[in-house]
């Protein structure tokens, strides 16, 4: 059965203050990793697909990164609108069409 | 812009009566998802469909139905709402197939039970 944990579940950042968010995976076989970015009271909006191990994206202040094990969304010198959920999540060969998510981390900015 | 429209953005039900919840889409994916996502928790997988083919999780329970008459729209009906149906319901689709396999969310409709 995959498995996605994120960590931490809740994290707290100064305007500026850099920082990473980790989400560990154990699945058969893995067809991509995703992570998402979701705002209270919206759906989860998709911010990057990462296939395989090494594979890096970026997009405006965030970048992701993945291993065999784990991927990680780097935030630099994040602003308040940075503040959201962030999802990630996997799909297997074995999975078919159906993602496994993580539980998710909460970033809260301040200004 | 393609996207994934979800309508009504609330919708608000009495114990016991019937609810239909609608999911249109314009990129013209071939699956199509319902989720369901209480409060801090991640979306939990109720069924999808891959063109006409419907593919039900175990776990969802009987109350909860789909619909998908045509490519673009797909339905959920809840026949009994329970006060533990109160939730988040997200409707996604993707491209499906070896093609790439993000989903791609709608807004989402907030159901209250009173």
């Known amino acids: 059965e995959d498995q996605v944990t994120q960590s931490p579940e809740a994290l707290r950042l100064q305007e500026g203050e850099s920082s990473s968010l980790n989400c560990s995976y154990t699945?058969?076989?893995?067809?991509?990793l995703f992570w998402y970015r979701q705002d209270p009271g919206k759906g989860p909006e998709f911010l990057f697909t990462l296939y395989s191990a090494g594979e890096e994206k970026e997009k405006e202040r965030l970048k992701a990164t993945l291993t065999k094990k784990e991927s990680f969304l780097h935030i630099t010198a994040p602003k308040p609108e940075d503040s959201a959920t962030y999802l990630c999540a996997v799909i297997s060969k074995a999975a078919g069409n159906k993602l496994t998510f993580g539980g998710g981390t909460r970033v809260l900015v301040k200004p | 812009d393609a996207m994934v429209i979800q309508n009504p953005r609330y919708q608000v039900t009495q114990f016991g009566k019937p609810v239909t919840l609608s999911c249109s889409q314009t990129?013209?994916?071939?699956?199509m998802y319902w989720y369901q996502q209480k409060s801090s928790q991640a979306p939990k997988l109720l069924f999808h469909?891959?063109?006409?083919?419907?593919?039900n999780e175990a776990d969802t329970p009987d109350n909860f139905q789909s619909r998908r008459p045509n490519t673009s729209f797909c339905f959920l009906d809840i026949r009994s709402p329970g006060l533990g149906d109160a939730a988040m319901y997200l409707c996604?689709?993707?491209?499906?197939?070896?093609?790439?396999?993000?989903?791609?969310f709608g807004p989402g409709t907030r159901l209250t039970v009173t």
């Open positions: 469909y891959y063109d006409k083919d419907f593919n």
């Open positions: 996604a689709t993707s491209r499906g197939g070896q093609g790439s396999h993000e989903q791609y």
């Open positions: 990129l013209n994916h071939n699956v």
């Open positions: 699945v058969s076989g893995l067809r991509g």
